[in-house]
């Protein structure tokens, strides 16, 4: 059987640009997806810490270290710069997959879209009782 389980997570990202009239998609600067495994077209969901908006899209590539995080399409309405988003990345797995993996975390500091610290959630360990 699959579960579904977060992947990775991008953790309050600063977004720098909402465009409603773009190709629906949330463009993320490369450098960002490179240290926690997201891909471009992957499906991610993104919560806006403003307004508790939430929406599934996709993504788009930014240039390495652009800082971009580019929300597009109709969601854009959901969002406006300067909101502090979160970006949550799923993927199915076994049970033996989810045992061994864990999930990536960056953690965006004050500096826009600039990674302050990388965890790794452990999986759920049941205690023996």
């Not at 997806?33 to 077209?41: F, I, P, Q």
């Not at 652009?66 to 399409?73: A, F, L, P």
């Amino acid at each position: 059987m699959l579960r579904r389980v977060l992947h990775s997570k991008i953790h309050m990202a600063t977004v720098t640009g909402a465009s409603p009239d773009y190709m629906g998609s949330i463009t993320v600067d490369g450098q960002l997806l490179d240290a926690c495994g997201m891909r471009a077209s992957d499906a991610v969901l993104v919560g806006n810490c403003r307004n508790g908006a939430r929406f599934e899209t996709y993504i788009f590539r930014a240039p390495v270290g652009s800082g971009i995080i580019e929300v597009n399409g109709a969601a854009a309405h959901l969002v406006e710069a300067g909101d502090r988003v979160i970006i949550l990345h799923f993927a199915d797995m076994t049970d033996e997959e989810y045992a061994k993996h864990r999930p990536t975390v960056l953690l965006i500091g004050e500096q826009a879209n600039r990674i302050s610290r990388t965890i790794w959630y452990e999986p759920d360990q049941v205690d023996g009782d």
